[in-house]
Every structure is written in C-alpha cells, then in structure tokens.
C-alpha cells in the first residue's frame, strides 16, 4: 500500500475476500463436483471424531 501511494490496503490485494472470508469474483470457496475431483485424481479422506 505504502510503495503503490494507496490510501487504502485493499486496493493492493491480489484477490480480495468479504469480511465472511468469500470471494465475490469466483465465488470461492464452493463445493467441488466429484467428476471434477476424480478427473483431477483428488481423493478426499473425512474423518469421523
């Protein structure tokens, strides 16, 4: 912010969330569909406790 002369920090962020932690351009982070993570051979392990 400061080495760019910008009065606001948020002017400097590369990818800006809402104050809930969203993204408001990709809408992340949102549920995967599983065709998508088995074409990208992602296996996701849930463990009860």
Do not use: H, W, Y
């Amino acid at each position: 912010m400061i080495l760019l002369g910008e009065n606001s920090i948020r002017e400097t962020i590369a990818f800006p969330k809402t104050q809930k932690g969203v993204c408001l351009l990709t809408d992340a982070p949102s549920e995967v569909e599983i065709e998508l993570l088995k074409e990208n051979r992602i296996k996701i392990d849930i463990l009860d406790k």
